[in-house]
């Protein structure tokens, strides 16, 4: 499976993919890393590996159709099959859910449907977690529709929050989990095994 991996950041989760296909648990490729920020640690991951990179921002264009247009032709030059969202911060523009329906997932740090939605990213997620005095928190990897984290669940995995908890040492608890079924989740895809029917989703 070709996979097109889309960050903003440091690409920790972009890394714990290539982990899982060196390791010869992922039987994928990543074709292109697609990001927002030029200078994101995940573009320097990339470059090391000698994967193509691409650098596109709604900023470099006068419309999300346009911004569409040229994700979609970067996708389609490097034979792009599958999108895994590893740490990407914004909206999927619409016509491009629409050409990979059911074939991107994201890695969300919380328990949706709890603590999701617009804005909802990286420390914003664990203090929230923490300040609404959960017990247990952890991770999501759900498929990507026109919504913020709307999207179908398909694997989650938990930890538990502790009375001293901080963000910083939840994001690290989390993090860790993140990198365990994000890779996991593209591995079921890869080999065929997960079904969708509407918004209902299983992995045989």
Known sequence: MNIAVFASGRG???QAIL????AG???ARVV???SNKSEAGAVEIARARSISTQHLSQKMFSSEEELADAMLE?????HAEFIALAGYLKKIP???IRQYRNRIINIHPALLPSFGGEGMYGHHVHEA??????KVSG????LVDEEYDRGPMILQKTVDVMPDETPDSLAEKVLKVEHEIFPLALKAFAEGRVKVEGTKVWIT
């Open 129 to 134: 977690v923490i300040a609404r005095g959960e």
């Open 32 to 34: 292109v890393l697609i």
């Open 139 to 142: 991770a999501t990897v759900h």
């Open 94 to 96: 619409a016509h491009v």
């Open 74 to 78: 970067v996708l389609k030059k490097n």
């Open 25 to 27: 648990i992922l039987p």
């Open 19 to 22: 982990d899982a296909i060196d």
């Open 12 to 14: 920790s989760n972009f």
